[in-house]
C-alpha cells in the first residue's frame, strides 16, 4: 500500500495533463464539430421558445405528474403525438467558459484522487509502472467514461458522439495513466 500523501503531484500533474489534452481534442475543427447540429428553424425555436422564460436545468416533455398519468389515453396520445424532448436551458446572456474551466480542472483533479486510491491501495511504492498503469488507467476510464453510456441508453443521446466521447475518455484515461507511472513514488 502506498501513502495517498505520496500520490498528490501525480494527481495533479494528471488532472493539468489531461485538461491539456481536452482542450486540444475539442479545439481540433473535426472530430466535435458535429456533436450538435443546427435546427433547421433554430431562430423560429428560439422566437418561440423566449417568452416562456424556462427556468434554467434540465426538462423533459411531454412529462407526466404520476406513474397514472402516464396510462391514460391522453397523455399516451401526447407522446405518439411528440415530438418528445429532452433539453438543457442555459443562462442567455454572456455565457463564461471561466466557470465551466474551474469546474473541469476540479472534475479531473477528483479524478485524479480516485485513481490514485485505487492504485495506492492495491500497489506499493516501487510498484511496477505496468501495473501503476493498470490501476489508474482503467479507474480514470471508468470516471471519464462509463457513465456516459446511460446517458445513450436512456435519453437516446446520439451513439455516434457517445463513441467519440468514449475515445475522448480513453485518452484522458491514458494520460491519466501515463503521469501516474511515471511519477510512482519509489
Known amino acids: 500500500m502506498t501513502p495517498l500523501t505520496a500520490l498528490w503531484l501525480p494527481i495533479l500533474l494528471s488532472a493539468v495533463f489531461v485538461f491539456i489534452a481536452s482542450s486540444i481534442v475539442h479545439m481540433a475543427p473535426l472530430w466535435h464539430r458535429s456533436d450538435y447540429p443546427r435546427l433547421p428553424n433554430e431562430d423560429a425555436v428560439m422566437d418561440a421558445?423566449?417568452?416562456?422564460?424556462?427556468?434554467?436545468?434540465?426538462?423533459?416533455?411531454?412529462?407526466?405528474?404520476?406513474?397514472?398519468?402516464?396510462?391514460?389515453?391522453?397523455?399516451?396520445?401526447?407522446?405518439?403525438?411528440?415530438?418528445?424532448?429532452?433539453?438543457?436551458?442555459?443562462?442567455?446572456?454572456?455565457?463564461?467558459?471561466?466557470?465551466?474551466?474551474?469546474?473541469?480542472?476540479?472534475?479531473?483533479?477528483?479524478?485524479?484522487?480516485?485513481?490514485?486510491?485505487?492504485?495506492s491501495r492495491a500497489l506499493p511504492p516501487g510498484a511496477p509502472a505496468i501495473n501503476v498503469f493498470r490501476f489508474a488507467g482503467a479507474t480514470a476510464f471508468i470516471a471519464h467514461v462509463v457513465a456516459l453510456w446511460a446517458q445513450a441508453i436512456w435519453y437516446y443521446r446520439s451513439w455516434s458522439m457517445t463513441i467519440k466521447e468514449t475515445i475522448d475518455g480513453a485518452i484522458y484515461a491514458v494520460v491519466t495513466a501515463a503521469t501516474f507511472a511515471w511519477l510512482w513514488p519509489h
Open 49 to 119: 421558445l423566449r417568452p416562456l422564460s424556462l427556468p434554467r436545468g434540465d426538462h423533459f416533455m411531454p412529462r407526466a405528474k404520476s406513474g397514472a398519468e402516464m396510462r391514460t389515453p391522453e397523455f399516451k396520445a401526447k407522446i405518439e403525438r411528440g415530438p418528445v424532448v429532452l433539453m438543457t436551458v442555459m443562462p442567455g446572456s454572456g455565457m463564461s467558459m471561466t466557470r465551466n474551466f474551474i469546474l473541469w480542472f476540479i472534475h479531473l483533479l477528483v479524478i485524479g484522487l480516485f485513481s490514485a486510491y485505487i492504485a
